[in-house]
């Protein structure tokens, strides 16, 4: 009897906790009025709601009809959801750090969840669970281009628009659909391929010839393509990549792989570092190689610039390195178009695609310039101000596909000059 | 005590057996691998000497790892400001605080300590991962690299392992935790508390992830947290070991040396595949079937007389 | 004091449903209704899909006391035996998914069984043998599926597959001779024994079992997600180790071991997951609210009074 009355009152607490919950209306939060300020200072913006066609067709028409002599537009608020970790390493914290305050600075909210380009089934999750929860705009880094249909669909399904970063899409039958995707806003990628063949060539250039590796699992788009950039480069210039470790999580780690391929390969000249989640892994393996005594014969290599890159170059461990002006300027321009385009101004009325070039660093100067202004997690990429008055189509009627390309382009040529 | 010598003898076949088959074989191994082969295998066999007071008590923990990480953590912290000492007092009171509060849940909730130690994981991950920062690791001063580096890590498990001896074979408590082990019923019947016993088992395998936590951090300058249950995989190889030495027992009951048998075993495997430029997958592979060849051998040695006599029978 | 103690089992009984339903609760009041919109239920549904239909099949394995540390290995690699089956003829798909898992948890079974080794270590070195196949096959790289076959991935056969492997399961396993067995190897593999049940025939079908569904399960990973890759179902063991353990399936097996933990455990995962996510949490503090909710949901569903020894 009790357990009876027990169902009873909890079935009865459910519905009627459903009722209540059902009864809120999500659409409640975005019936504030507020105007973007192209003259704001204090960078505040609110957002007015609006009932908008989401389609590209539409925003572009709202953003072409705008009074150019006006001060306020009329954007509407959002909620973005990025596929990439926000802690954990100081790369991460420096991407959200920036993304955090464009995306406030114009009226909207962020969600970062790692993990999400581990594999298919976290990317797909990810994605249904961000449409559940009421995002807007979802970012996602795929491990593969496969998965990019059910992504699209999904997105589309639910009228999400929805971008790529860190990858570019090489199946031609993806690409094609994504070409006649109206939720598709583009995507940002960098060379992988090219900086592994680089970072190769620089290493042929200081007289390596035997290269052990340590990079992620097999699968890995990043880090497969960087490894298929660098045996390209042991091809054409003779080298040979003698071992490899894979998965390293813990820098224990890597100093036992690092000890490894030192004592198996006495002619062993360099350790490159493809790619690698666990921090401080750098260290790890010049301390292995300072301890083999052989920090005269064995070079240490990377891509992507480890925090510890500045003392790495003045002990002599660390001679090349390639990677971007900052790891995370990749996202936050992708990011950048993303709001735009929920907000209702959308920058491009065709899926973009942009490039960054990776750039390398040798030598010890340019190593503390670019720490000097990269390697603190609360450096933004640019003030609060110029972020809102320049990035926001609201705000910018000039900004485009292009001048985002030029302006990612300046970026990486102008990273070590402030 | 010939016969433990001889036995001893024939146990040390196994590790050297296959140093000389990979020396013989790479081009790479020989006997300068040595000190490396000694060096990488002090993390595992520490954590798998932790491993062995909870499994002598029938418990089984996956939180070891991540206990050490938070420990070596705790360490890497209080050495930025009080040096050498600051390290040895973090290492020791994170691990031990982490061993303390899995020991008091379980005795308190009284649930299966793996399921405890799967809770427990989840949680010290993030602690672990919120002290280091927005860098994700925590570094040591180099003058302290000297205390993980060969032969000091060696001292190092070596009076780990004379700990462990002490405390299985020559005090009581590891009589009454290997009893509990076997039969606990048994134990509650002739008078000992066996609800106690367990607990002061959970509070000693913090002796020795505060051990590992100063090896781990030591060994490489700095520690990393990592969560996502990625500390997990820092107990699978220590798990092998156990395993390994606990089915060495019946050859000599010194469960240490046997868990150091089982370190180097796998430790020669995987620089003997470094040294021969096998790849992951075939590490994977030869690893896998190792386990499955020496643990089950005496089962596949029992069929094949089995089959045999049938045959004869035949 | 025989109706107090009637009265304690029935409310531990019924912890786990308390505790799915307060999980569930709590979230539909914070985030303001946005659990039960049908986006959401999708999402919950595809999650616990995996969950539960592994968690089906691991039900059997734990009800005799023993552990898999081997699923997402054996899904992967039938996903990729199905994604290269599908190059032939999409229909070829199916079989050989499932067929896979069927040898490598005969395999696992074998292992186990024939050389007796613990479930633990057993599964762990076919694990570290699987994993090994699965680089080797893939070669580096992923295997698409072909396009069609993503459309197959509605939610309708979800629904009904689901429904149907639970059914199933719940049959088998509290209605059959087979199912009973399992769980009398759990409670006393000695005292089955000497009754005439062949023990290692039951334990290898119950890893066999296993395999089988974690080789459908990669079959929709496949349909879901058109990618066969080293990466997949990574997540598949730990997430269906704490829906049953959250569920209150005791791990040593045994006649405490009930199928309604199977189906509430799984919820319960797939509802905290995507709560902490419409919460919009951070990536630390879903995972420590994740240990901190299993320690306290076990701690007052686990059933104290049937286990003489708690390990």
């Known amino acids: ?418 | 005590m010939k016969n433990s010598i001889i036995k001893i003898m024939e146990l040390l076949i196994l590790p050297v057996g296959l140093f000389i088959f990979f020396s013989l074989i790479a081009g790479g191994f020989g006997l300068h691998s040595l000190p490396i082969i000694l060096s990488q295998s002090m993390l595992p066999v520490v954590i798998g000497l932790g491993l062995c007071v909870l499994m002598n008590a029938g418990l089984m923990d996956f939180s070891m790892g991540a206990r050490s990480v938070f420990g070596a953590t705790i360490g890497g912290v209080f050495s930025q400001g009080y040096g050498v000492v600051g390290l040895l007092l973090g290492c020791f009171l994170g691990a031990m605080f982490a061993a303390v509060i899995m020991a008091v849940i379980y005795r308190l909730f009284r649930i299966p300590a793996m399921v405890i130690s799967i809770g427990i994981l989840l949680v010290y991950e993030v602690l672990a991962a919120k002290l280091v920062g927005s860098s994700g690791y925590i570094r040591i001063d180099k003058s302290l690299f000297v205390i993980g580096s060969y032969p000091y890590n060696v001292i190092i498990t070596l009076a780990a392992g004379v700990l462990f001896y002490v405390l299985s074979y020559r005090m009581r408590i590891g009589c009454y935790i290997t009893a509990v082990g076997n039969d606990e019923k048994m134990c509650k019947n002739v008078g000992i508390n066996a609800d106690k016993v367990k607990f002061v088992a959970i509070i000693l395998t913090g002796v020795f992830c505060s051990f590992s936590s100063l090896l781990m951090l030591c060994y490489s300058g700095s520690v990393t947290a990592s969560t996502d249950m990625g500390t997990m995989n820092l107990v699978f190889k220590p798990i092998m070991c156990v395993i390994l030495a606990r089915h060495l027992r019946k050859y000599v009951d010194c469960m240490p040396f046997l868990i150091l048998i089982g370190g180097l075993c796998i430790t020669i495997i995987f620089n003997g595949f470094i040294a021969l430029g096998f790849g992951e997958a075939l590490q994977d592979i030869i690893l896998g079937l190792f386990m499955i060849g020496v643990l089950g051998s005496t089962a596949l040695s029992e069929q094949l007389q089995r089959w045999k006599r049938h045959k004869q029978i035949a | 004091m025989e109706p107090n103690r009637q009265n304690t089992i029935k409310l531990q009984t019924i912890f786990p449903f308390l505790g799915l339903i307060a999980v569930i609760m709590f979230f539909q009041v914070v985030t303001h209704g946005s659990v039960f919109t049908i986006r959401n239920i999708k999402a919950v549904l595809n999650e616990s899909f995996f969950i539960l239909i592994a968690t089906v099949g691991f039900s059997f394995v734990m009800a005799e006391g023993n552990l898999d540390l081997s699923m997402g290995t054996v899904m992967a690699v039938s996903c990729v035996c199905a994604a290269l089956g599908a190059r032939i003829t999409p229909l070829l798909a199916i079989p050989c998914a499932v067929i896979p898992g069927l040898l490598l948890g005969w395999f696992n079974g074998f292992v186990h069984v024939n050389l007796k080794l613990g479930s633990l270590i057993a599964t762990m070195s076919t694990q570290s043998i699987f994993t090994g196949i699965l680089i080797l096959t893939l070669n580096g790289g992923t295997i698409s599926a072909p396009m069609e076959m993503l459309r197959w991935n509605s939610m309708t056969l979800k629904i009904v597959t689901m429904l149907l492997i639970t059914l199933i399961g719940f049959y088998v396993y509290q209605n059959t001779a087979f199912g009973k067995r399992c769980r009398a190897v759990g409670a006393c593999a000695e005292a089955a024994k000497q009754t005439g049940i062949n023990v290692g025939r039951i334990k290898k079908s119950s890893f066999v079992i296993l395999g089988g569904l974690c080789g459908l399960l990669g079959f929709f990973s496949l349909i879901r997600t058109g990618t066969a890759s080293s990466s997949t179902g990574s997540d598949l063991m730990m997430n269906v180790w704490c829906a049953a353990l959250l569920g209150g399936l005791p791990l040593t097996g045994g006649f405490a071991s009930k199928y309604r933990s199977v189906i509430v455990g799984s919820f319960t995962m797939a509802f905290l997951a995507n709560g902490m996510t419409l919460m919009g949490l951070a990536t630390y503090d879903k995972q420590l609210i994740k240990g901190v909710v299993f320690l306290i949901t076990i701690a007052l569903s686990f059933d104290r009074e049937n286990m003489v020894v708690i390990k």
């Open chain 1, 1 to 418: 009897m009790k357990s009876k009355f027990l169902v009873g009152l909890l079935t009865a607490t459910m519905v009627i906790g459903c009722m209540t919950g059902c009864g809120s209306s999500t659409e409640s939060s975005t019936a504030k009025t507020s105007t973007v300020a192209e003259k704001d200072t204090t960078a505040t913006t609110a957002v007015e709601a609006g009932n908008e066609s989401t389609s590209m067709e539409a925003a572009a028409d709202a953003t072409s009809a705008e009074s150019t002599g006006s001060n306020s537009v009329e954007t509407k608020p959002y909620k973005l959801a990025v596929g990439l970790p926000d802690s954990g390493a100081t790369m991460f914290s420096l991407m959200s750090n920036n993304i955090k305050t464009f995306v406030n600075a114009t009226g909207g909210e962020v969600v970062f969840q790692g993990g999400v380009g581990a594999s298919a089934d976290a990317t797909i999750q990810f994605v249904e669970d961000q449409i559940a929860a009421g995002a807007n705009g979802i970012i996602i880094s795929p491990p593969s281009d496969s998965v990019i249909p059910t992504v699209d669909s999904l997105c589309s399904d639910a009228g999400v628009y929805w971008g790529i970063t860190f990858r570019t899409v090489k199946d031609d039958a993806v690409k094609e659909l994504l070409n006649s995707s109206k939720y598709y806003i583009g995507n940002c990628s960098e060379d992988e391929y090219s900086a592994g063949y680089k970072v190769m060539s620089n290493l042929h250039d200081k007289g390596v010839t035997k290269v052990a590796i340590i990079s992620q699992a097999k699968g890995n788009t990043t880090t497969d393509l960087r490894e298929a950039g660098a045996n390209k480069a042991c091809q054409d210039f003779g080298m040979e990549i003698v071992a490899e470790a894979r998965s390293l999580t813990q820098a224990s780690d890597a100093t036992s792989a690092a000890e490894s391929f030192l004592t198996a390969y006495s002619d062993l000249d360099a350790i490159f570092v493809v790619g690698t989640t666990g921090t401080g892994m750098h260290e790890a393996i010049a301390k292995a190689i300072e301890d083999a005594g052989r920090q005269n014969d064995v070079k240490l290599a990377t891509i992507d610039f480890p925090d510890s890159m500045v003392s790495l170059f003045e002990s002599g461990d660390l001679v090349t390195c390639a990677g971007l002006a900052s790891w995370g300027y990749d996202p936050f321009m992708i990011t950048v178009t993303l709001a735009n385009q929920c907000m209702g101004c959308p920058i491009s009325n065709t899926p973009v695609s942009y490039s960054c070039n990776m750039f390398d660093i040798n030598d010890l100067d340019t190593a503390k310039a670019w720490v000097s202004r990269f390697g603190n997690d609360q450096t933004l990429y640019y003030d609060k101000d110029t972020m809102v008055k320049t990035y926001c189509k609201a705000n910018n009627s000039g900004l485009t596909a292009d001048s985002m390309q030029k302006a990612i382009t300046d970026f990486t040529e102008n990273s070590l000059s402030k």
